[in-house]
Each structure stands twice: as C-alpha cells, then as structure tokens.
C-alpha cells in the first residue's frame, strides 16, 4: 500500500493497492489534523472494513508510505508516530495490526526541517537553489497556516530531522528502509540529506538520489512545463518502483 499516486500500471507492476489521501488541508486544519488524518486512513485501510470497501486483499505486512513536499514531511512524521512501541506514543502503534509492518518509506524532496523559518534554509541554500526554489513569501505563508502561533514547532513530528540518530536507533526496527530525491536546485535539499544521514547513522537502510539540475516539484513535472527533464523523472520513478519492488519482496 502506497500512499502517493503512481499510475494504474505501476500498481499492477507492484502488485500493490495504491491510496492517495486527500487530507486536510490548512489554514482551516492546522497540524496535527493532516498527520492524524493520515494515520487514521491507514487504520481504515488495514481494517476489515476497509479491504472490503477497497476491495482488495491488504498485506499488513507489506506496507509503504510514500510522499512529496509536505507530503514527505507528512511520511516521515507517521512513519516515527508508528515506530514507538513504549511511550505516550506507543498508542498509535498498538492501534494498528500486531502483524502491520512497514516495509519502506518514500520521500521525494521532503520539508523536514519545518521548526526552522523557511528564509533562514532559503540563506543556507546555494544562489542557484535560491533562484529556482519557491519564493520565501509563498513557502512562509503555507508553513504558518499549517503551524499557527501556539503550536511547538520544536518537535520530531513537525521537523523530523529533530529525530537524533540516537532515538531513531532506539526505534530500530521500526524505521523502515527509506528512498529519498532531493533536487539539486531547492533549497530543501539539505535537510533531506541530513535527515538521511541521520537514519544512516541509526542503521536504517538509505537510497538517497540527486537530481543536479532539477527544481523542487520535478517529479510531477509534466511534459508542458519548461522545466520538465524527461531523464530525471523517468529516473526518479524507475528508482522508486525498483526500490518498493524490492521492499515488497523482502
């Protein structure tokens, strides 16, 4: 089970049982609505009730999480909610499945240092990514709408590269295996590669791929935009397909 949304035939090639979550969106549902949302999906979907409204067969142990941008962000937070087994999080986990494994984790050039302002990464980014990345006052109005004043941003759930490589080694082995495609031109690129190491550091198994010349968002570049560089995206989810495909059958 994925959730992104590949194409039909990438799903039979899989074998797998795509959901794409239309979750909540902000200002009107500021965090944490969108990460609990997630989960709960995914409670549905591993439930009786929810194979038989989808149906198909779910493997419950055979599953992987899959998204870009804030959707990345949104990955890697459900995957650390999951992989607490003591706690006051140890709550989500044992809402799920005792048999529920994650197999894989997917993130296409994910926000996970979102505690931080948006124009302080922007600095630290090269002028080439400055140039092509999203412009601070689009990407700071988003971010403020999802955390509004009031909420402790300063969290693993919100800013995943918060998690040290001495809790997520303390979450072993529920931190599964991870994809992650960072382009070379956004200014999120650098704390998607250090949110690797950090995983690497802990023992979680890491691909981590560069696009050089790729600007945040390439992946669902069409053929119209000026931007899209056929080499990367059919590069980028050739990647992700070998790599669920190997996760899948391990």
Not at 24 to 30: L, R
Not at 130 to 141: H, I, R, T
Request: with cysteine; aromatic share 8%; hydrophobic share 40%.
């Amino acid at each position: 089970m994925i959730y992104s949304k590949p194409t039909h035939t990438d799903a039979v090639q899989l074998n797998a049982a795509v959901v794409s979550v239309d979750y909540a969106k902000s200002p009107e549902y500021p965090f944490p609505h969108a990460l609990l949302q997630a989960y709960t999906v995914l409670q549905w979907c591993l439930s009786s009730s929810g194979t038989t409204q989808l149906g198909v067969a779910i493997d419950r142990r055979r599953v992987a999480v899959m998204g870009n941008s804030a959707g990345g962000n949104l990955t890697a937070s459900l995957t650390l909610l999951n992989a607490f087994t003591k706690g006051p999080c140890k709550q989500f986990r044992d809402g799920l499945p005792k048999d529920f494994r994650q197999v894989a984790q997917v993130l296409l050039y994910p926000s996970v240092a979102c505690n931080q302002l948006y124009r302080v990464r922007m600095a630290n980014a090269s002028p080439q990514a400055q140039a092509k990345s999203l412009p601070v006052w689009m990407a700071e109005m988003m971010e403020a709408c999802y955390l509004p004043p009031g909420i402790e941003k300063d969290q693993i759930f919100i800013a995943p590269l918060l998690a040290s490589s001495s809790l997520l080694k303390e979450l072993q082995p529920k931190v599964p295996p991870v994809s992650c495609h960072v382009a070379g031109l956004d200014c999120l690129q650098d704390e998607a590669v250090q949110y690797c190491r950090h995983l690497e550091m802990a023992g979680v198994q890491v691909e981590l791929k560069e696009y050089p010349e790729a600007n945040h968002g390439f992946s669902h570049y069409k053929e119209d935009n000026k931007e899209f560089c056929k080499q990367d995206v059919e590069e980028c989810w050739e990647s992700v397909l070998g790599f669920l495909e190997r996760a899948f059958k391990h």
